[in-house]
């Protein structure tokens, strides 16, 4: 018995060491980036985009776990603008816009930590005329802690949040060119 404890302890130190080590030399910060053009105006494009109560039919979290709770609080199109969710698939979480310039820009600030200060932020870039938009969506991580380091580089998180941007976006055209 006391064997199989001192192997499993040391398997677990070794693998403990390895991924303190795999969290040294992973960045530090990613940022993920993804565009789609879309047959409509900046303005349509931006106001859907600038209020919360519009994501559940594009969003691709939302649209993963239909039994998610979302609350909205403010005037959408400004900042201060924020929605609250619970879900216990996609987990709990908070957005507000932060900053913006109206039909061309927007930055909202995103939290999906117990932690109220570990935000990271998205924004979002409209550039076209009456017929066409380019729609670019972006995310910075921000300084990551040190222990997640490691998670964000094994789970391949840059890669992964651009799957779910470019079927946000695609969904978003969807939405949008309907109108």
């Given amino acids: ?11 677990f130190t070794t693998f403990a060491i390895i991924y303190l080590v795999v969290c040294f030399f992973a960045p530090h910060s990613f940022k993920a980036e993804k565009s ?3 047959n409509k105006s900046p303005d349509l494009i931006y106001s859907t985009v600038s209020d919360f109560s519009t994501w ?6 939302q649209k993963s776990d239909t039994m998610i709770v979302s609350e909205y609080v403010g005037t959408p199109g400004t900042i201060g603008h924020k929605t609250s969710w619970k879900s216990k698939k ?3 979480g908070t ?12 930055k909202t600030g995103i939290n999906v930590s117990p932690d109220p200060s570990s935000m990271f932020f998205s924004e979002w870039y409209f550039t076209g005329d009456s017929l066409q938009t380019t729609v670019t969506w ?3 991580s921000g300084t990551m802690p040190f222990l ?24 978003l055209k969807k939405v949008v060119e309907e109108k």
Avoid: H, V
């Fill in 56 to 61: 559940p039919s594009w969003s691709p979290w």
């Fill in 95 to 106: 957005q507000e816009i932060i900053a913006l310039a109206p039909n061309e820009y927007i």
């Fill in 36 to 38: 789609i053009t879309i």
């Fill in 1 to 11: 018995m006391k064997k199989y404890f001192k192997i499993a302890g040391l398997t």
């Fill in 148 to 171: 997640l380091r490691g998670a964000a580089l094994l789970f391949d998180m840059k890669s992964t949040m651009e799957t779910y941007y470019d079927r946000g976006l695609n969904d």
């Fill in 138 to 140: 972006t995310m910075d």
């Fill in 90 to 92: 996609e987990g709990d």
